[in-house]
């Protein structure tokens, strides 16, 4: 695995999706400290933490969407999918180094935005909460990743193209948008992810009926982990999908 692994970081030190992703990732987070630096701002987790989860929660989908779509659009790409899929190695293993190299490098990009918050913090306000911030913010970070990385994984593999999976991101932000201040938001796992997470940090932004939320929202997205998982390992085991 740790082959498999290392190939596929070799693949991608090429790519330079890599960039355009970081940028992305960044801006909500640039923007942030750019508008308290401007106008001034409370430097609390209730005031620039707050606003910087907000603007997070719309760009994540984005960013993990384009990362796995682009480690799995590389072999479609160079016209090597037949040929990475037949090397001699388990399709299961390949196809799970791809995902996992794809998963890790989100959370690199994630951990760029969280050293800059906690930078800015002991910079500005020393007592605001780190532990509470980075719990909140990998709680969300972590949600959104195990939700929509396997979908996007799912949809190159069948669409063999990355503009369609970004697409997918883009209404995927759209719908969080728009659901993620209803009570029945624990169905969207995006959603579930941000009112789950910002709970921590603005009490009156959690669930009203916490246990019911808790409840539904883990079993949705416990599904939303097993079905696309078992439809992955059927496209890449099935020999028709080979070509």
């Known amino acids: 695995m740790r082959t498999l692994i290392a190939n596929e970081l070799r693949k991608i030190r090429r790519e330079r999706f890599v960039w355009a992703v970081l940028v992305l990732n960044v801006v909500p987070f640039a923007m942030v400290v750019v508008n308290h630096v401007v ?100 709680l969300l970070v972590g949600v959104s990743i195990a939700s929509v990385a396997l979908l996007c994984a799912l949809l190159t593999l069948l669409t063999r193209n990355v503009v369609i999976v970004n697409v997918f991101g883009i209404g995927l932000t759209v719908a969080t948008l728009v659901f993620m201040a209803a009570d029945f938001s624990y169905l969207i796992p995006t959603c579930f992810a941000y009112r789950l997470s910002v709970g921590m940090i603005v009490p009156d932004a959690a669930y009203p009926d916490l246990g019911l939320a808790l409840a539904v929202g883990w079993s949705v997205t416990a599904l939303f982990l097993l079905l696309p998982l078992l439809a992955n390992l059927l496209v890449i085991t099935r020999r028709r999908y080979l070509r």
């Open 39 to 138: 106008n001034g701002g409370d430097p609390t987790l209730e005031g620039f933490y707050f606003t910087f989860h907000n603007q997070y929660t719309m760009v994540l989908p984005l960013v993990v969407c384009a990362t796995v779509a682009a480690c799995f659009h590389t072999e479609f790409r160079n016209g090597t999918y037949f040929e990475w899929l037949t090397c001699g190695r388990s399709r299961p293993a390949l196809w799970a180094a791809k995902l996992t190299v794809a998963c890790c490098l989100v959370v690199v990009l994630a951990a760029v935005n969280h050293v800059g918050l906690v930078l800015f913090f002991l910079a500005e306000n020393p007592d605001a909460g780190l532990l509470r911030m980075s719990a909140a913010y990998w």
